[in-house]
């Protein structure tokens, strides 16, 4: 199964710079430092954002839960830096009565 409306997905900038590639939040710190290795950094963020479009886009879902508020689906990729590639798993969320999904958050994939 695909990802509803996968290649129009939400993604806010925002999130992604003050969270997922931001090397002073407190849990998306982390994250950067995996996300800097790949070669996405603040000043690279249209490419992450491209590549996690990418992912929703062309990969299969892995995981649906229906919540009060809507679905959340877990979609598994591979997020291609410039400087090498990492297993991830990309989160998206889709509200009641809405086409489009939005992206909650990316996490390394457990091997």
Known sequence: MKLPAGDDVLIEERKVLEYLL???HP??????????ALGFESTNVAGFIEELRRIAAVSDVSEVIDT??????EVPGELKGPFGELSVVTVWFQEGGQERT???TVRPRKS
Request: proline fraction near 5%; charged fraction near 30%.
């Open 22 to 24: 931001s090397r002073s």
């Open 27 to 36: 849990v998306g710190r982390f994250k950067a430092r995996l996300f800097a």
């Open 68 to 73: 009060p508020f809507g679905r959340k689906y």
């Open 102 to 104: 939005r992206l909650v």
